[in-house]
């Protein structure tokens, strides 16, 4: 039946026994109706795409319309008569230039798919970040670990300013298990501006929706956490890294021994150790600065070295999978490391590297030589001119 539908019209349609009446519409060419037994109310549109027609162009060369084609637009009332009319329209437009928008709408449906945030973050890992960053295990790691759980599965082209500070939330809030986490906060904004830049690069998204979000506790810095600290403080925690163990108790007193930074043991692999000179080889691929750094491994470092596992299925030397994968989990371990020392002043895993370096200057080393130590990139003309490594 034909009729001009209005709202009254549809809301007083008979439930059928059986079958799925239509009631087509008189103002918009092809808009229907459709009522199911069960009082489902379905907008759809029928239309034919000129040019289809199997025997080509009539012979005026005018193109004929091929056979009809169904396209859903939504239930009602959820979609309203007016939308309804309003989508329609918007779809003849597009049959008249010959556009079918069944294939159209399946694109869209198919894109939207393949750019989700999982799918670009790991475009955006594999083309930016391997081999063009060093640290980019960092990158996948936090993404993995603070960004995909929750936005992983949806379209990057739906996330909003909101949903970015709601992961910042969760790391920021002072009641969560363990504290509140700045640091994981400053790196997850960091990558995730990137990782949205990408996006915006590839025409995936207009805008970033990660760019210039107003947080303090993004700018705070964690000034007591990082600073030298003192025998009293080294021996306490000397003394917790026995007690928690292998792995990340000899992890940790090798990051005291040698001032390297946190990844360049956690990330360790039994390949980089040479026995015979006793020194920790860091390939140019793991290492910041992009050069290959050896680390001479002193008597109660080789010590801890000899004494750890040989694993049969993997490679890493501190691990909780035979080898496979290395540690990760350092914010639980500290958490386990500061309940054994008892009350003390904030520090962190970097106050290692602070700790030696200041070391080394109170006892008179030239400073070229504890930059190099640390592994810290030349400054100024030293950089262009000094190639000596020390």
């Not at 909780?320 to 350092?330: E, P, Q, R, V």
């Not at 602070?354 to 592994?375: C, K, Y």
Request: charged share 30%; proline share 6%.
């Amino acid at each position: 039946m034909t009729t001009r539908l209005q709202d009254q019209t549809i809301k007083r349609a008979k439930t059928p026994a059986k079958g799925r009446p239509e009631l087509k519409d008189a103002l918009v060419p092809g808009l229907m109706i459709r009522i199911t037994p069960n009082g489902v109310k379905t907008f759809a549109l029928v239309y034919k795409v000129p040019g289809e027609h199997p025997d080509g162009p009539s012979k005026t060369g005018m193109p004929r319309k091929g056979k009809p084609h169904r396209i859903t637009l939504g239930r009602y009332p959820h979609l309203g008569l007016s939308e309804a009319r309003d989508k329609a329209r918007d779809l003849l437009k597009q049959v008249d230039m010959g556009i079918d928008p069944r294939f159209k709408r399946m694109a869209a449906v198919r894109e939207e798919a393949m750019n989700t945030v999982a799918n670009v973050a790991k475009r955006f890992v594999d083309q930016e970040c391997k081999g063009h960053i060093k640290s980019w295990r960092r990158v996948e790691r936090t993404l993995a670990m603070h960004v995909l759980p929750a936005l992983g599965p949806r379209p990057i082209t739906e996330i909003k300013r909101a949903d970015i500070n709601g992961l910042l939330d969760v790391l920021l809030d002072e009641d969560r298990e363990g504290g509140a986490l700045p640091g994981a906060a400053r790196d997850l904004i960091k990558h995730t501006k990137h990782l949205f830049d990408f996006a915006v690069d590839r025409g995936i998204i207009e805008l970033n929706p990660a760019n210039n979000l107003k947080r303090k506790a993004l700018k705070a810095t964690n000034g007591k956490a990082n600073r030298p600290l003192e025998d009293a403080e080294l021996r306490a925690i000397w003394k917790a890294a026995d007690e928690i163990g292998y792995p990340y108790g000899p992890c940790i007193k090798l990051l005291m021994l040698t001032g390297a930074r946190r990844c360049e043991w956690t990330e360790a692999s039994r390949s980089e150790i040479d026995n015979a000179a006793r020194t920790h080889n860091i390939p140019v691929r793991r290492y910041k600065t992009g050069i290959d750094h050896q680390v001479p491994l002193v008597g109660a470092a080789w010590a801890i070295v000899d004494a750890l596992p040989i694993w049969n299925g993997g490679d890493f030397l501190f691990s909780t999978s035979g080898g496979l994968k290395a540690i990760n989990s350092h914010g639980s371990a500290k958490r386990r490391i500061d309940k054994l020392t008892g009350p003390m002043a904030k520090w962190s895993f970097h106050c290692f590297r602070v700790t030696a370096e200041t070391r080394m200057a109170s006892l008179g080393i030239n400073p070229d030589h504890f930059e190099a130590v640390l592994g810290h990139v030349k400054q100024g003309m030293q950089k262009v001119y000094n190639r000596h490594r020390y």
